[in-house]
């Protein structure tokens, strides 16, 4: 096992098209956790899930974004009808339960034009 | 709602010096606090964590330090190498098992 897998690693799309961005966990790790990151920022919480139950969202995110993990290994993250805004670096994350930290993968960087 | 301040955003130091980040957090359920190092085009990599229940934790030249009454938490590089320079990203975990808020980093420079 290599790490979390994110694909692509780069997308450019135009503003109103819809974008789906795949992860690939640690097989072993239950948890999923997607974030967004911005240029200077930390990462921003999206949400995440326990094996394929999606446990939480952030209230920041937009009816626009779903997120999907349908056998509790890889996940898929949605953005339909995208916005210049949605420029960022998609970052895809897991762990082994609650209680350990996260093993980030490298990200998906979008470019909305 | 739940916050992470982090403080410096920048930090410059001569190779062989010391370098301390600090954190702020605005939760007091917090229970995890860990560190992360992110270089150009990467994602963020885990360099040592802390839970709410150990005061300070050392591994080599990294140490973090918990304060929980005062709420902030930090990291110290000691003996710094031009190959720690990146940007450095402290975060808290505000309940059990979710979601980790992020402070919004520091990039440290160790010039040799």
């Known amino acids: 096992d290599t790490g979390v897998s994110q694909d692509p690693r780069h997308k450019i799309t135009k503003r109103g098209q819809n974008v789906t961005f795949r992860c690939d966990p640690i097989s072993e790790h239950n948890r999923l956790y997607w974030y967004r990151q911005t240029l200077g920022q930390g990462p921003e919480f999206l949400t995440y899930f326990q094996n394929e139950a999606q446990l939480e969202k952030s209230r920041l995110l937009s009816d626009r974004f779903s997120a999907e993990r349908p056998k509790g290994s890889f996940s898929t993250l949605e953005i339909q009808r995208t916005e210049q805004g949605d420029s960022a670096m998609y970052l895809c994350?897991?762990?082994?339960?609650?209680?350990?930290?996260?093993?980030f993968g490298s990200g998906t960087r979008l470019t909305v034009v | 709602g739940e916050n992470v301040e982090q403080h410096p955003s920048t930090l410059s130091v001569q190779e062989g010096d010391s370098a301390v980040i600090k954190c702020t957090y605005s939760d007091s359920a917090s229970n995890y606090f860990p560190w992360y190092k992110q270089e150009l085009g990467k994602g963020p990599q885990l360099i040592i964590d802390?839970?709410?229940?150990?005061g300070e934790k050392k591994d080599q030249r990294i140490a973090v330090t918990l304060n929980k009454t005062a709420k902030h938490f930090s990291l110290h590089i000691t003996e710094t190498q031009p190959e720690d320079s990146a940007v450095y990203f402290c975060a808290a975990r505000p309940n059990q098992g979710g979601k980790l808020i992020f402070g919004q980093g520091t990039e440290l420079s160790v010039k040799p």
């Open positions: 994350a897991s762990s082994f339960g609650g209680n350990y930290g996260y093993t």
């Open positions: 802390i839970r709410s229940n150990v």
